[in-house]
């Protein structure tokens, strides 16, 4: 049976006959004949603006099974390319899934586009989640982090890489999600100038004892603050210390590192796998002005998966198929040809 997904896109034409059948016949092609879940399974796939501007508007069927709380139970809203690009408010496509899942969500992948606003709406109606991934989200305070923390207590998995947090705000967040087991909070390395800080190693071993896994990629983190992380997270089994050339795990400190953690990455270990720009700059006053970090923005792009070019979605009509809410009219930032 062949399911080439040209066989999915919208025809023209549709087949006489078969009652509803010859409408999701003639749309769907040979998919429809495939059961409810498995289509469920393979749709999830897709990116979450995809899904919401395209696929759910391609035949009843479809816009049946996207409507389903069960495929919002993640949402991944990562790597979008160039935001201010886009045709679509993507703030509004977020809650309109965040509405989809009916409290039933449980994980969450934001890039570059989240605030405090949006973050507290996710976590007013989704008070199941356990992961939460908020990545270049400049934009959200410690207020903001806080509020939303205090709603989601069966937390598990967090990463707040490449953002901008304080201890105190760390801190709270480990007190309001005892639950946590992998927390991530990555930034970009740097050697020159030498800026030492344990504020935020102090913030996860005085509030986060159930951690599990630790990445803390380009941290101003010294050997105090490692110690003092290995001595308040006793089930820590794996570190990732990568380009935090502050620290040094050698003699008795290295020693009792490599014997308690079974997954050590050393500051200057390979960065091949890591998905963001690894390169290490040298800051001048200069550079300072204009980029804090040493990068611009797209330096930090994501590499790890494409994203859909959703250009198309708008070529749809509001009243292509019966029964359409008109809910993307909303969203569309602007429509091509106007």
């Avoid at 199941?128 to 410690?142: A, E, G, H, Y």
């Amino acid at each position: 049976m062949d399911y080439s997904l040209s066989q999915a896109r919208p025809q023209e034409e549709e087949v006489e006959g078969g009652g509803g059948g010859g409408e999701v016949g003639s749309r769907c092609g040979k998919w429809v004949e495939l059961p409810d879940d498995v289509m469920a399974s393979i749709l999830r796939r897709l990116g979450t603006i995809d899904i919401l501007a395209n696929v759910e508007r391609v035949c009843k069927t479809w816009r049946n099974i996207c409507k389903e709380p069960s495929m919002w139970r993640s949402i991944d809203m990562r790597n979008l390319g160039n935001i201010l690009d886009m045709e679509y408010d993507i703030v509004k496509i977020c809650r309109h899934a965040v509405d989809r899942s009916s409290g039933a969500l449980l994980q969450i992948n934001i890039e570059y586009f989240g605030t405090d606003d949006l973050l507290l709406y996710i976590a007013n109606r989704s008070t199941k989640l356990k992961s939460l991934r908020l990545v270049f989200c400049q934009n959200i305070s410690d207020e903001g982090l806080i509020a939303a923390a205090a709603k989601i207590p069966l937390l598990e998995e967090l990463d707040l890489s490449y953002c901008s947090f304080s201890k105190v705000a760390l801190e709270e967040v480990g007190h309001c999600c005892p639950l946590l087991k992998s927390f991530k909070l990555n930034t970009a390395g740097y050697r020159h100038p030498r800026i030492e800080s344990d504020d935020e190693a102090l913030a996860i071993a005085e509030s986060m004892p159930r951690l599990h896994h630790l990445q803390m990629f380009g941290n101003k983190v010294t050997n105090h603050g490692l110690q003092a992380i290995l001595d308040g997270c006793p089930h820590l089994e794996s570190l990732d210390v990568r380009q935090c050339f502050n620290v040094i795990l050698e003699g008795q400190l290295g020693r009792r590192f490599s014997e308690r953690i079974k997954d050590l990455r050393y500051p200057n270990d390979s960065t091949d796998d890591y998905p963001f720009d690894t390169r290490v700059p040298n800051i001048t006053s200069s550079d300072e002005e204009d980029y804090p970090s040493g990068f611009s923005d797209i330096d930090f792009m994501s590499d790890d998966g494409a994203y859909y070019d959703f250009s198309d979605g708008s070529n749809f009509t509001d009243d292509y198929y019966e029964g359409y809410d008109g809910w993307l009219d909303d969203v569309f930032m602007f429509y091509p040809g106007d």
